[in-house]
RNA sequence: GCCGGCAUAGCUCAGAGGUAGAGCAACCGCCUUGUAAGCGGUAGGUCCUCGGUUCGAAUCCGAGUGCCGGCUCCA
């Protein structure tokens, strides 16, 4: 039996530790070693990180981090907030500073109310004055105040957009203040122990937000950084950062000639050739999938009469986002999204519920109007396309056609090697069309589909969609950023609002269920994010240019010519270098352009009918036969393979 | 949409109140080439657009457009 005034720690070991309740995870540390407690910047129960300074209330699995731990950072960046609005202060004293950052994975952030934006001088000043700080190494202290007393620190400095964060604290919450050296500021914590622990710190930029991220408010300047114990790792995420620049599809994509931007169509992408390559690849594959999936694909108008957009409600919730034209004084609208042309299809017949499920899928070009300053890339356009469709279903239905959905995502995230995909259930939001007991059904369907077949998931309450609940896929890329790409949502007001109806076997007329599901989410958006991840090296089914062959002089053109039309008679794409340069040059070209496979071609070749292949990772084959080639990359072609074929598996 | 920054040759960038520069790419020629850049030459600019200041503007000022970073939003 515990006592009530005892709690039990778990650590990480297994072992269990009785201290009596209000003990700190400091003294905690204290107890197992001496060590211990000087590097230790931070403490975690049950998963949840904790302040050192934090009377324990209750016991739980227990582990201490150091400056050691790979989880010291977040710890680490969070202290070095409170340096960094330190050290504003002590540059400019009539500064204030607003609040810091959530979520210390990566980054930090102050905001502060200044009257000019902040210039790279200024950060630099602010960079050398934090490092000072942290040399003066000050403990941080946590300190539980009345709402009274925070009140009048902040009072006396004159702090308004304190005493406003205050106020949103409700009522009987503890208050918590950090405080280092002359340094105070509202905080829940958890801090490292001393200032001298934030060991790297680096700004990252300056910009205007607004107080509480709302446009009407007074507007502030919000400071980024980020920080870590050691000066290796701040220079390991300047590498990683780095990485990501140089994979930044805005860049590499105009390189490998894939596509370009026009301000004459601002946020609107041309594919050139080999961009349209990859692109209408990515559309042969999910066409391959739906037509095996039973989806029927359809083509359907671009410009729609602005009444059916009244009907299917976007014209009320919309309209900010969509494109109109008048012609013989008509309004049109072009269409934003496919569903309701769908809608209009399923119209155009008396539907059984021998007909159901009834699966729609659209590649449709859709436009919106999306705001400037918020487009980006290929990742957020105003013309795209989406591997859309509609399913609609009975209720009972529901389940299967959502796992069917579900089924055909995850090959598909399989085939490009996203390994580590997140399921999310977004669950009913504030504001919401519908009955509960139908969100209930709805809900629980989209559940027990990814329960009944052991796909785990997070709760995401309230972020569904108006319409309905919806599952989101969330995948990791090559270099672990996450990208939000298909998603299944279960829609009861579009049937409502077109009044969508099937004759069931009662012989009366129901109501069926609509299913929205993308798997790619935009053509666009995905071929930006595959580009990323695969550095512009796409595996050989999607290659603009899969084998590029390079005749050693003029004298073997003829032969390389010939070995190029053995290699596209099996259908691969093919280019022959047939500019006056060295070999290396040539080379170092088709390296540039990625493409994954090098054919060599000189006299020892066109004397035994073979080419002398070298792979884009540099990996160097050596004389295989042309015919072997050709047939063995049309194979890999034809599995969408993934990786390039390996020495051995070719010829 | 809001805040900040940027805009010079196809690309990367230098320059700066007094006739516009480099490297790479392009084009021409020489070389006939063996696994990431051979050599020489030629051409290429409304210095984003419009307006203003000035004897003179790519340069200074204003407005617009586009792009970049953030905010908000989102596929």
């Not at 790979?70 to 400019?92: I, N, Q, T």
């Not at 925070?150 to 304190?162: D, P, S």
């Not at 509960?436 to 785990?456: K, M, T």
């Not at 071609?601 to 990772?617: D, M, N, Q, S």
Request: glycine fraction near 8%; proline fraction near 5%.
């Amino acid at each position: 039996m515990t006592p009530p005034d005892e709690i039990v720690l778990t650590l990480p070991d297994g072992s269990e530790r009785r201290v009596p309740a209000g003990t700190t995870p400091l003294a905690v540390a204290a107890s197992i070693g001496k060590r211990l407690a000087a590097d230790a910047v931070g403490a975690e129960l049950d998963g949840r990180p904790v302040d050192l300074r934090l009377p324990l209330a209750r016991g739980g699995r227990f582990r201490i981090f150091t400056t050691k731990s790979p989880e010291a950072g977040e710890f680490v960046r969070h202290s070095a907030e409170h340096l960094l609005a330190d050290a504003v202060r002590r540059l400019w004293p009539e500064s204030e500073y607003d609040a810091g950052r959530q979520d210390h994975s990566e980054k930090f952030q102050y905001d502060f109310r200044f009257p000019r934006a902040f210039t790279p001088e200024d950060l630099e000043r602010i960079e050398e004055t934090m490092r000072a700080i942290a040399a003066e190494d000050a403990p941080f202290e946590r300190v539980e105040v009345s709402r009274a007393e925070a009140e009048t620190i902040f009072r006396e400095k004159g702090f308004t957009l304190k005493l406003e964060r205050l106020r949103d604290i409700p009522e009987g919450e503890t208050i918590t203040l950090f405080r280092h050296g002359g340094f105070v500021d509202l905080c829940r914590g958890p801090h490292v122990q001393r200032a001298g622990q934030v060991g790297a710190v680096k700004l990252l930029e300056a910009s205007g937000v607004y107080f509480k991220g709302d446009e009407r408010n007074e507007r502030l300047q919000r400071i980024y950084g980020t920080a870590f114990v050691t000066a290796e790792q701040l220079e390991a995420y300047e590498q990683a950062a780095a990485e990501a620049r140089a994979r930044d599809h805005r860049r590499l994509g105009p390189e490998l000639d894939l596509f370009s931007f026009n301000p004459l169509a601002p946020a609107s992408p041309f594919f050139h050739p080999k961009g349209a390559a990859v692109y209408t690849r990515l559309i042969d594959y999910v066409r391959e999938l739906n037509q095996k999936n039973g989806y029927g694909e359809v083509v359907t108008p671009q410009i729609l009469d602005v009444e059916l957009w009244h009907t299917s409600g976007h014209w009320d919730n919309y309209r900010e986002n969509m494109f109109f034209t008048e012609l013989d004084e008509r309004q049109y609208a072009v269409k934003p999204m496919n569903c309701p042309t769908h809608c209009l299809i399923y119209k155009t017949a008396k539907r059984s519920y021998r007909d159901l499920p009834i699966r729609y899928a659209d590649f449709g070009r859709l436009h919106r109007y999306e705001r400037s300053g918020v487009t980006s890339g290929l990742t957020r356009v105003r013309s795209f396309a989406q591997d859309d469709a509609h399913v609609y279903c009975t209720d009972e239905q529901v389940e299967a056609e959502v796992l069917r959905a579900v089924g055909i995502i995850l090959e598909i995230y399989r085939t490009f090697e996203f390994t580590d995909v997140a399921i999310g259930v977004g669950t009913r939001p504030q504001k919401r069309v519908g009955a509960d007991e139908q969100w209930d059904v709805a809900e629980a369907a989209l559940c027990r589909a990814l329960d009944n077949n052991g796909l785990a998931y997070s709760l995401n309450e309230g972020d569904g969609a108006f319409y309905g609940p919806k599952i989101d896929f969330r995948v990791r890329d090559a270099i672990g950023r996450q990208w939000q790409l298909g998603t299944v949502q279960l829609d009861y007001q579009l049937p409502q609002r077109f009044d969508l109806e099937y004759v069931a076997a009662d012989g009366a007329a129901h109501r069926p269920v609509m299913i929205h599901r993308a798997m790619l989410g935009s053509v666009e958006r995905f071929f930006g994010i595959l580009i990323e991840h695969t550095a512009g090296a796409f595996p050989l089914w999607l290659a603009p240019v899969q084998a590029a062959v390079l005749p050693l002089s003029e004298r073997f053109l003829d032969y390389g010519l010939e070995v190029a039309r053995r290699l596209r008679a099996r259908g691969l794409r093919v280019e022959v270098d047939d500019s006056n340069e060295k070999l290396g040059y040539k080379i170092r070209r088709a390296q540039l352009a990625k493409v994954p496979y090098m054919l060599v071609v000189g006299e020892k070749e066109r004397a035994a009918g073979t080419a002398a292949i070298r792979l884009r990772t540099g990996e160097d084959l050596g004389p295989l036969p042309v015919e072997g080639l050709a047939a063995r990359l049309a194979r890999q072609v034809e599995l969408r393979g993934a990786a390039l074929p390996a020495a051995g598996e070719i010829g």
